[in-house]
């Protein structure tokens, strides 16, 4: 049960103006009478009245003169990466160059520059000129698969020419006979360029391409590689034997699998290659860790 004052506002919200009881209960309390009083409807505001009440609210002070110390600082100048190693995820901070500390900026005898650093500075500058003179070219385009031999060798096999059941057979046997297991199952693939764009140098941003696909697929499975085998004669076999790469481990070459099953001559010439590789693999394992 409600109350009379509730019931009276249900009743003239249902537009029920006035109301009597009809009935009492036996020993029931008489129904107070209740005057409502009507609460008086809000003055509007004049016209203009709003917009002269902002008009004279006194603005926010702006502050004109602030520190020298409190401006932000001017950003360094960094060098610019690679087109390969910004695609992929490479280690930026091998790209850019330090920033000066405030003290150090402050400091006029600290901010002097070596002229080792100036001669590096200015090679650097040669070398980002050169590069952007370069004439743009169309990159190399490439695809291949990666597969991991015992966790310790990468298996390199070409995507363009994949290998036929017959071919991944003999290849498995192939390895087995020089004591490295067979190739596991394929981690990833890599399809260059990443963006088809005109390169400048494209067998560099190729070479670097594959070696920083390489260092994240070890880095995410936790891996150390120490040497690699790479199936095939594609466009992309050559670039990892340059001496100058920033590689850990050494490429063997092995040719295509499938252009070996029906010739044995070219099985009688792989054959040196595979004891090459079985070679390394043994002393890789009997090397101390």
């Not at 290849?171 to 360029?193: E, F, H, I």
């Not at 099985?267 to 860790?289: H, I, M, N, V, Y």
Request: net charge negative; hydrophobic share 40%; with cysteine.
């Amino acid at each position: 049960m409600i109350g009379d004052p509730q019931r009276l506002q249900y009743l003239e919200a249902m537009g029920i103006a006035s109301w009597a009881s009809r009935y009492r209960f036996v020993n029931a309390r008489p129904t107070g009478q209740v005057e409502w009083e009507v609460a008086p409807e809000p003055e509007k505001p004049a016209r203009g009245q709003r917009l002269q009440a902002l008009l004279e609210t006194p603005a926010r002070p702006v502050e004109r003169d602030r520190p020298a110390t409190d401006e932000a600082p001017t950003p360094q100048t960094a060098a610019p990466l690679s087109r390969a190693r910004a695609l992929l995820g490479g280690d930026a901070a091998r790209g850019e160059s330090p920033r000066p500390s405030p003290h150090q900026a402050a400091d006029p005898d600290a901010a002097a520059v070596s002229p080792s650093s100036e001669d590096t500075g200015a090679e650097q500058a040669s070398a980002n000129a050169t590069r952007e003179a370069a004439p743009a070219v169309d990159p190399l385009r490439f695809t291949l698969s990666l597969s991991v031999i015992g966790e310790r060798w990468w298996l390199m096999l070409p995507g363009e020419r994949p290998i036929s059941a017959a071919g991944q057979a003999l290849l498995g046997q192939m390895l087995k006979s020089v004591g490295m297991p067979a190739g596991g199952a394929p981690l990833s693939s890599l399809t260059w360029p990443l963006m088809d764009m005109p390169a400048s140098d494209p067998v560099g941003e190729a070479r670097e391409g594959i070696q920083v696909f390489c260092a994240g697929q070890a880095r995410r499975h936790g891996m150390k590689i120490d040497g690699a085998v790479i199936v095939g004669d594609e466009v992309w076999s050559s670039l990892l034997d340059d001496p100058a790469n920033e590689l850990e481990w050494t490429c063997h070459h092995l040719p295509h699998p499938d252009d070996m099953l029906d010739s044995a001559s070219a099985k009688r010439a792989c054959w040196p290659l595979l004891q090459t590789a079985g070679s390394a693999w043994r002393q890789g394992l009997d090397a101390p860790e």
